[in-house]
């Protein structure tokens, strides 16, 4: 098992996409999972299947990542049940669709906050515990969005996305000699049982025909990617943005 005894953080991990995904992935590698989220019962829920099915270590937290107490809190709780983090996925992220030209600033702090903010406060709470053990692996999910942009009203997320780029190349310049690795994700359209819930299916359908492969991708598409960049496979890989999109889109 190639994440044997790590100890990994996935943000955003009860829902039903990506970050779900990713926590039983790592948790059939090996590693003790931190199932965090700000829904306050499904973080528990989940922990406890994960343990009952993989027989790894898994603790159920919830934390809004845009609140730096919470979030300071989860990692406490991490350290105190298992001594350290070794791997961060900072996955939670939100979207509201709202043309610039009627975009109320709450909205933009919404979209901002969720997704670039979060990822900067849940950094800087591992930080320190990873560049004491010299040792750490964060992995950041940014959106293709950010090649190709979007008419439907996502300039807040696009822009939050392409922050969390900046953010991930810098990031990777401080902390490398830490022996830390920052890298980011950036997937195209990943099915969930939640999108199929707010857009009719036919978006879905016009969608799949853009997509070189011919289909949406599925959360254990990025959990592969995830792999790759927190095992040993992607050693040498730091600072860099994967796109993880059937060929949608090119870095
Ligand atoms: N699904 C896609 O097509 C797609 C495409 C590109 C990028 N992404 C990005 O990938 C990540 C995962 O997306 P997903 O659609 O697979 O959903 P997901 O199921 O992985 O994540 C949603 C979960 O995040 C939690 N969450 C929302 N706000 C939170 C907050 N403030 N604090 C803590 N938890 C919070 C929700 O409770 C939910 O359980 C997101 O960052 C998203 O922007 C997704």
Redesign the pocket.
């Known amino acids: 098992m190639r994440l044997e005894g790590k100890i990994a953080i996935v ?12 926590s039983w992935r790592l948790a059939r590698e090996g590693a003790n999972v931190v199932v ?4 306050p019962k ?1 973080p528990f829920e989940v922990a406890d299947k994960i343990k009952a099915e993989t027989g790894k270590d898994a603790l159920g937290v919830v ?5 730096k107490d ?1 979030v300071d809190n989860m990692v406490k709780k991490t350290i105190e049940k298992f001594g350290r983090v070794d791997i961060l996925i ?6 509201k669709l709202e043309q610039l030209v009627d975009l109320d600033e709450d909205v933009w702090d919404f979209v901002i ?3 670039l903010k ?1 990822t900067y406060l849940c950094c800087k709470a591992v930080l320190p515990s990873m560049i004491e053990q010299k040792y750490g692996k964060i992995v950041n ?5 950010i090649y190709v942009g979007s008419e439907d009203g996502e300039v807040p ?1 696009t822009a939050a ?1 392409a922050g969390i780029v900046g953010l991930t190349r810098s990031l990777c310049r401080e902390v490398a000699k830490h022996n830390i690795s920052v890298n980011c ?8 049982e ?2 199929l819930k707010i857009y009719p299916k036919e978006y879905f359908d016009d969608f799949e025909k853009t997509i070189p492969m011919g289909r ?2 599925e ?1 254990s598409d ?1 959990a592969g990617a995830v792999m790759f960049l927190v095992s040993d496979d992607g050693s040498y890989m730091n600072g860099q943005t994967l796109s993880v999109s059937g060929g949608w889109t090119f870095n």
């Not at 943000?11 to 990713?22: E, L, N």
């Not at 965090?36 to 829904?39: I, L, M």
């Not at 900072?90 to 979207?95: D, L």
């Not at 999910?141 to 969005?145: A, F, T, V, Y």
Request: neutral net charge; proline residues 4%.
């Open positions: 943000t955003g991990a009860a829902g039903a996409g990506i970050g779900q995904g990713v965090s989220d700000a829904h499904r934390c809004d990542v845009t609140k919470q900072n996955n939670a992220g939100g979207n906050d969720v997704n979060a999910l940014s959106s293709s969005i997320y996305k994700i950036a997937p195209g359209l990943i099915m969930n939640f999108l949406s991708g959360p990025i």
